[in-house]
């Protein structure tokens, strides 16, 4: 069954949808994204994801081509369109597509390009966390700025390969000695009750999941140390996980070969999994 996409403006099943080869997206890379869940045909945290998005083009002084409360609308066309109950929608903006390949960005009369598309997907249920994810781990090749959602996901698509190789789930990667986070993730472990993730800053994307799981996870009277963790530190945890908008909150149950307590996922990353989809859901757009 075709999708229908969104594209600067236009409704349009997605073999109809066009984007133009000058397009700097294409090109350069040069823009940024999002990824909202949805669960029972509602958006989950829309607004987090609205707010990063324009903190994502501010940073890289690009002009929104469309507004918040027009984009809500246009996630919302697109789960009732496509009937959409369990998965996500992407959305992208670029910089646009000027006359020609330039490095320098285009005037401001080039307005941005705006796409968004509807991915059905499984997020939920017992089968999905029932095995937890085997981790292992790879420099971070990337920029600096990773806390701008852009489109450059080449070394995270690379990271996940390596993953795939050697017969894993993903990636975490690693920066003088300590994890940043996953390809696609942020990365936790836990010790002696405590759950440790890594402080923000331009070193990992803000996760929008991850700031709603911090939140509950100190409503429930747990322990968070916001710092960085090297990879002995992780092997030798009692639990880990990941969260993002596309796994919620994933247990880790191996890294790098090394199983972590019996093997199976962690009741800290269970329980938070549960608390999150459960209040994420009440709140759901
Ligand atoms: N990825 N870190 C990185 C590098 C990410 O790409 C993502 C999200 C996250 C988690 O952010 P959030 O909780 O806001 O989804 C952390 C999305 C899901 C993706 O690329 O598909």
Do not use: C
Not at 10 to 30: C, H, M, N, Q
Not at 177 to 195: F, L, M, Q, R
């Amino acid at each position: 069954m075709s999708r229908i996409v969104y594209v600067n403006g236009e409704y349009l099943p997605e073999t109809e949808a066009k984007v133009s080869i000058f397009d700097r997206g294409f090109l350069f890379a040069d823009g940024v994204y999002e990824v909202t869940s949805v669960l029972g045909g509602k958006l989950i945290d829309f607004d987090g994801h609205a707010r990063r998005l324009e903190r994502s083009l501010g940073e890289l002084d690009m002009t929104p081509p469309i507004g918040r409360d027009a984009l809500l609308e246009v996630h919302r066309q697109l789960v009732a369109r496509n009937g959409l109950e369990e998965g996500m929608i992407y959305l992208q903006i670029t910089r646009g597509a000027p006359a020609d390949r330039d490095f320098a960005f285009p005037s401001e009369e080039v307005p941005g390009t705006v796409v968004l598309f509807p991915q059905a997907k499984t997020l939920t249920g017992p089968e999905i966390a029932a095995k937890g994810w085997r981790i292992v781990t790879v420099d971070d090749l990337r920029w600096g700025r990773r806390d701008i959602k852009t489109v450059q996901l080449l070394y995270p698509s690379m990271g996940k390969m390596a993953a795939k190789a050697a017969g894993a789930d993903d990636a975490w990667m690693v920066e003088d000695g300590h994890v940043t986070e996953g390809t696609s993730n942020n990365a936790y472990i836990v010790k002696d009750g405590k759950i440790v993730t890594r402080h923000l800053g331009t070193e990992i994307l803000h996760g929008i999941t991850r700031a709603a799981v911090l939140r509950f996870a100190a409503e429930a009277q747990m322990k968070v140390e916001e710092r960085a963790f090297t990879v002995e530190e992780a092997q030798a945890a009692d639990e880990a996980f990941v969260t993002s908008a596309s796994s919620f909150v994933m247990p880790v149950v191996e890294i790098d070969g090394v199983v972590l307590g019996d093997g199976t996922p962690g009741p800290i990353a269970m329980r938070l999994r549960e608390i999150y989809i459960d209040e994420s859901r009440k709140v759901a757009l």
